[in-house]
C-alpha cells in the first residue's frame, strides 16, 4: 500500500497550498515555510531510497498524475480569488459558511509582502506539481489522455511546447552542444534561464514544422501543436483575467515566468557541464543523478535521472536507482538552491566534473571535458589538467 | 474469442531469421529483439534519433509515437519504423542493417 502512498506526497503539499493561500496573512508565507523545510529538511533528514517496488495497479499511479490537473486548477483559482476584488464564486462566503474563519476579512488585511511570497510560493508548487507531473506524462506520447492533460499542466508555466522540444530534441541531443537544455561548463544559471528557454522554444517551433512538412500538412493550421500549446496558455491567461482582471493577470504572468524559471534551473543540475559525443549512445553517466527520498517521492523519481535518460520511455516507477551514476550535490531542492549562486555553485561542481572526466568519460568525452574547461571562462577549471 | 482476454503473442522475424517466436504484444519490437540478445542499434528510446529505425516488410504495428518527427516522407511511405516506437499487432517481419550506425544527424530527406 505505502508503495503507492509514497508518490502521493504532493498532493498533500498541494492541500497544504490551498488551504494556507484561502487563509490569507500570514498564512501564506507560513504555507510556504513548510514546503521549503519539507523538500529541504527532508532530504537532508531521510536519506536515499533506492528501492524499484513492482506494481500490479500502475493504472493507480497514472490516476495519481492525472490529479495533478484539477489541483492546479483550484490553486490558481484560490490565488485569482486572492486578488480579486469581488468574492468570485462566493469562495470568501462559502469558506465563513463552512469554517467561521473570516477568509473575506483576512483577505483584505493580507499585505503586499504576502503577495510577493504567494509569487514565490506557487511558482514552486507549479514548478513541482505541474511541470514536474507534466514531463512524466507528456512522455507517454502513445496515452492521448495523458499526453493531454501533461501539455495543459505545463501550459500553466507557458511550456506547452516543452512536450516537444524535450522529447524529440533533448532526449536526442542531451549532454551534447545542441542541446538548449544542457548547460556547458562556467555558464551560469540565471544565463541558462534565458537562454534555454528561447532555444528551447524555437526548437520545438523546428522540430513540430518539420514533422507537419513530412506530413505535407500546412504550418499556420490547428493542427501545429506548437500552435496550439502557446493557445493553451493563452487560453487560461483569459480564464485568469475574466476571473481576476489586471492584478490577477499580473500575478499569474510573474508566477509562470518564476515556474519556466524552476524548470530550466531544474535541467541545468541534471546536466550541467557534461559531454557526450553526438550520435554516440545516451548513457547513464550523461546526467546527474540522486536518490534522495523526499525528492524522488515528490518529483516521480525524476531524480532517477540516468535511467531515465538511458530507457526514456520507462514510467517512471520502473526507473531504478543506478547509485553508482554520477550523483548531485544533494536532493532537488538543496542543489536548487545552490545553483542561485553561482561562484559557489561552479566552484562545488569542480571537483564533481573533475572525478567524472576521471571515472565516467570516455576517452573522446574526456578531451571534450578539456576543451569545455577551457571554454568555461573559469580560471579554476582552465587550470584543471 | 478468449484470445480477447489473454494477451496473444506473435513471432518476429528479422532479416528473414525467426528471432522470437513468442514476442509480447505488450513490449516493442526493439525490446523484443534486446530481451533475445540481438544487437538491434538504438540511442534514445523515445523516437527521437532515429537509430532503431528499420524496415516492415510484412506484418502490423502499433506505433507509440509519430514517426514524422524522425523519419522523412520517403522513408515512412517505404515502410520504415521506429523499432523502440512499434508495438507488433501481428506476426511481423522486419529488415535491419544490424551493425551500428551513425543515425541520429544523418541527412534523412
Ligand atoms: S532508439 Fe532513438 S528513435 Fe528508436
Redesign the interface.
Known sequence: MFKYLKFMSFHLMALIAIVSITLGESYISMGFAIWVAVYLGGDILFGDDVHTPSYRFPALLTWQLWLALPLTVILVFVCCWQFASQDIGQYGAWISSLTGYDALQARQNTSVFQYGVMVVYLGLVVGVMATITGHELT?R??DPVSLLIGRWLLAFSFDANFAIEH???H??YVSTLNDPATAPRGRSVYAHIIISTIKGNISAWH?EQ??LV???LAVWRWHNKALRGYAMSLAIMMWVFWLAGWQGLSFFVLMALWAKATLEIVNYMEHYGLVRE?????KPHHSWNTNKRVSSWAMFNLTRHSHHH????LPYHQLAPYPDAPQMIGGYLSTFVLTLIPPLWHRLMLPKLQHWDAHFATPAEYHMAQQANQKSKIAAYQACK | MLSMFTAKAVSLTINDTLVVEQASVKQ?VLASALAADIAFP????????G?CRCQLVSGEV?Q???S??????KA?AQGMILA??SVPKSAVNIKVNLRQR????EPQE
Open positions: 512522455h506520447t502513445w522529447v524529440y530534441g532526449h536526442k522540430i518539420q514533422r513530412r506530413k505535407q553526438l550520435n554516440s549512445p545516451v538511458a530507457q526514456g520511455q | 516493442t538504438h540511442h534514445c528510446q523515445v523516437g527521437s534519433c537509430a502499433k507509440l509515437t509519430d514524422a518527427y524522425v523519419l522523412s516522407a515512412i523502440c516506437q551513425q543515425l541520429a544527424d
